[in-house]
């Protein structure tokens, strides 16, 4: 994470240099990305840089922490089904807030470059999976208590259907997004969104006769 030093700069400059970080990993990918470049638009030194964060890597999981933290955040203030009769829709409307604060940090475009350039054994990946380790805790404990309900699965653990569903969802957002080389129209977008959400239903909820046998 960034350097103490950098936290203790005024907000205003803070979100100034990571704003300007971001646009450029965005457009040029992580490996691509220029430092000398990016200090040339911030209009500083290679020293000054090196003062706030150790690396590029450094850089690059600071702003992708800031991220999970504030949908981590948003996704806390949602917190837990209150019965089960809300619960799938409770989980639902988490997963359409997470969506919805990719847009709001304008970090879609950040999003699809680690999903096109990295893969699981690029040397930042165990730093990107601890950066979303404070929205993976909040899923645990959703699915978790749609099993103390009964109304998720029991026979697979909870990190096997986390990993499930993360990986069913970014296959469906590769396509929504246009990284998986094809465009689809707002209305097949939608259609998408409508198939993932009973896709991701379909994979959690406790098999039937598991709950007639009960």
Known sequence: MALNRFHKLPLEEQERVLGVAKKQFAVHGYDAMSLNLLLKELDISKGQFYYWFEDKADLFLSIIGQYCNFIAMRLEEHGAAASKEDYWVHLRQGRLIQEECWTELDCIEIGVMIGEQMPSNHPLSPGLAEKSGPLDRYWLVQLKQGQEWGLVRTDLS?????????????????????????????????????????????????????????
């Open 158 to 214: 909870l990190e096997i259907l986390l990993k499930l569903l993360s990986d069913v969802c970014d296959s469906f957002y590769a396509i929504m997004l246009g990284v998986s080389g094809v465009s689809p129209t707002p209305t097949e977008v939608q259609v998408m969104h409508t198939i993932l959400g009973s896709t991701l239903r379909g994979l959690l909820e406790r098999p039937k006769e598991a709950n007639e046998s009960d």
